[in-house]
């Protein structure tokens, strides 16, 4: 980030930062996003769908229609594909918590199954252990109350997020040629030229990158839901669109998913094949993503490698928790976007690129 401000901002001659006022700036800047994640995060899911809805906007002005009405029929339809997508998840959720007693009283009875073939194979006493599934719903009475406080400030958070992003949206997308204008004038002329590509290259980038995401979580969502369902496990398209949502998270994403259907398949059918059903169908859909759907659908996407991406998603959830994990992978997109097109931060670009660069002749 240093760099950057380096190369758009002249500095004079010979200037160079230490290593302390890069700690100091990373320390400030860190503390800034941290405190103000209230007001950053639905502004920078605001910027981020504006970046995706400007075509969209520009298309229907291009059609002779009024530029507000344009912002509000873009943002609509994002949002109206947003509630479908919320109302199917919650169907599935409600379906799921409709059979969680059965689910409840299988798993009880699957752990004094597991306890009983611990003490007599191993000889392992597990008398104090027999009670734990009792325990569990008896300590999971006494914590309700946080619980229930727990939720009902996750949805104050997320209704406000909900009624505050789509008007930043809308605000950025209305005021684009004035926001545009500012960033022009905080920068010398001569960088100008410059500011307009990267801007131009980021908004193509990331529309063309949502669409092709979307596309694959779509397909991915539905080879899981169909592998599930032919192996019989059940709520097949909750757990098989939430796998395809994870799957932004490289590797953890997808054991994370399965955790809960391997469970489920386990405790349901008291048997090691339904599991090892599961654990194929997520591996099968996994190599078809990685070499077949994602190449496809997403085409020229930024490239950044693994271990950049890791340390994004985990500095994320660190200051902005899930919604850093999502956030951070695009801001770190734009800043490679930046180093790529500038001579002085080709060492960045190297470091953040999933190609390893030249290679010395032996």
Same mark, same amino acid.
């Given at each position: 980030m240093v760099q950057i401000i380096k190369t758009l901002v002249p500095l004079p001659p010979n200037r160079k930062y230490s290593v302390l006022e890069i700690l100091q700036f990373t320390v400030l800047l860190s503390v800034v996003l941290y405190f103000g994640k209230t007001l950053f995060i639905p502004l920078s899911f605001a910027m981020l769908i504006s970046f995706i809805l400007y075509p969209i906007c520009k298309w229907f002005e291009k059609k002779k229609i009024? !530029?507000?009405?344009?912002?509000?029929?873009?943002?609509?339809?994002?949002?109206?594909?947003?509630?479908?997508?919320?109302?199917?998840?919650?169907?599935?959720?409600?379906?799921?918590?409709?059979?969680?007693?059965?689910? !409840? &009283?299988?798993?009880?009875?699957?752990?004094?199954?597991?306890?009983?073939f611990l003490k007599e194979k191993y000889g392992i006493n597990t008398d104090s252990l027999s009670?734990?599934?009792?325990?569990?719903m008896s300590s999971s009475r006494t914590q309700i109350l946080g619980i229930l406080a727990n939720m009902l400030y996750s949805m104050s958070i997320s209704t406000f997020f909900i009624i505050v992003? %789509?008007?930043?949206?809308?605000?950025?997308?209305?005021?684009?040629?004035?926001?545009?204008n500012v960033l022009y004038m905080l920068f010398p002329s001569s960088k100008n030229e410059t500011i307009r590509e990267i801007l131009a290259e980021t908004i193509h980038a990331y529309y063309n990158f949502i669409k092709g995401m979307l596309l694959v979580y779509l397909i991915v969502g539905i080879l899981?839901?169909?592998?599930?369902?032919?192996?019989?496990? %059940?709520?097949?398209?909750?757990?098989?669109?939430?796998?395809?949502?994870l799957t932004f998270i490289p590797y953890a994403g997808i054991i994370i998913s399965s955790l809960i259907p391997i469970t489920i398949s386990w405790i349901t059918f008291d048997s090691l094949w339904?599991?090892?059903?599961?654990?194929? &169908?997520?591996?099968?859909?996994?190599?078809?993503?990685?070499?077949?759907?994602? %190449?496809?659908a997403v085409g020229n996407r930024l490239k950044?490698?693994?271990?950049?991406?890791?340390? &994004?998603?985990?500095?994320?959830?660190?200051?902005?928790?899930?919604?850093?994990m999502i956030l951070f992978i695009p801001f770190i997109s734009i800043v490679k976007l930046i180093a790529d097109r500038t001579e002085s931060l080709k060492m960045l670009s190297l470091l953040l690129g999933s190609d390893s660069g030249p290679k010395k002749s032996d």
């Open positions: 009024n !530029k507000t009405v344009s912002i509000f029929l873009s943002i609509s339809i994002v949002f109206l594909l947003l509630g479908a997508i919320t109302f199917l998840l919650l169907y599935q959720i409600g379906g799921f918590l409709h059979e969680w007693p059965t689910f !409840k &009283v299988k798993f009880s009875e699957s752990l004094m199954q597991l306890f009983a009670d734990l599934p009792k325990n569990l992003i %789509p008007v930043f949206s809308a605000l950025i997308l209305y005021y684009r040629e004035m926001l545009v899981n839901s169909v592998g599930l369902a032919i192996i019989g496990i %059940p709520h097949p398209f909750l757990f098989g669109f939430i796998a395809s949502i339904y599991p090892l059903g599961v654990v194929l &169908v997520f591996t099968i859909v996994q190599i078809l993503e990685a070499n077949i759907i994602f %190449p496809f950044i490698n693994t271990m950049a991406i890791i340390v &994004v998603i985990v500095a994320g959830g660190i200051l902005w928790g899930a919604a850093g």
